[in-house]
């Protein structure tokens, strides 16, 4: 791998107007004011830095669970689906992905499986890493429906920066795992609702990378992991 391509990434394509508008506002600043300029590029290299879409090594062991987003393992707990994704009433194990303004914010399939229901739904822009944000954010969730007939929940939740939610599957589409299912712009978080009888294999505060770093296993009988701060 050349130096080059360590930092040069390919761009999500949601990203070329934007880093199109930065670089045009750039140029006015530099008319304006040369050090204003100088501020518009580093602005312009953020945005890109953003919509940056790196390619991921997945894990592809049947059962495997990975997750959606890179970011902070914010919240595990035990929380009722939202209820226009139809997975029913019952609690089931949430796990919440913080995503911050440095974070890629391209969204990856968490588990290979059917899309059996999309449902967006409007809301309000609260910090994503509230628990509320949940509830009252704007979000969209895909229920996807696995091989063995269980199903999960993965929802993108709208933040307090998050202006539009990119959904680019469809209902009846088959995924894989760590298949790029779509993104959120600018700071939001994704909430993984685990099937019944499934423990969550990251720790509160732990990093993790989309596409690669295991949430969970189906055939796991490990019982839920708790991390250290050191």
């Not at 600043?29 to 050090?35: M, N, R």
């Not at 226009?84 to 796990?95: I, S």
């Not at 995503?99 to 609260?126: D, Q, S």
Request: with cysteine; aromatic share 8%; hydrophobic share 45%.
């Amino acid at each position: 791998m050349s130096m080059l391509s360590t930092f040069i990434k390919p761009m999500h394509r949601e990203g070329y107007r934007f880093v199109g508008i930065f670089a045009a506002v750039t140029l006015v600043l530099f008319l304006i004011a040369e050090p204003l300029g100088w501020i518009g590029v580093g602005l312009t290299v953020w945005c890109y830095y953003f919509f940056r879409d790196p390619e991921r090594v997945t894990p592809v062991r049947e059962g495997l669970i990975v997750s959606p987003a890179d970011g902070i393992v914010q919240m595990i707990g035990k929380y009722a689906p939202p209820e226009e994704l139809g997975l029913g009433t019952e609690p089931m194990t949430r796990v919440a992905v913080f995503m911050n303004v440095f974070n890629c914010h391209v969204n990856r399939t968490p588990i290979a499986g059917r899309v059996e229901k999309i449902a967006y739904r409007p809301g309000k822009f609260f910090n994503a890493s509230l628990d509320k944000a949940s509830v009252d954010n704007e979000r969209n969730g895909l229920a996807i429906r696995l091989e063995d007939g269980r199903a999960i929940g993965v929802v993108q939740i709208a933040g307090l920066v998050a202006r539009r939610i990119v959904c680019e599957v469809n209902e009846g589409q088959p995924l894989q795992t760590g298949q790029r299912f779509g993104m959120i712009r600018f700071g939001s978080r994704l909430d993984v609702y685990l099937p019944e009888g499934v423990s969550p294999l990251v720790a509160v505060g732990q990093s993790t990378i989309a596409g690669e770093t295991v949430l969970a296993d189906l055939i796991s009988t490990e019982t839920p992991r708790l991390g250290v701060r050191r």
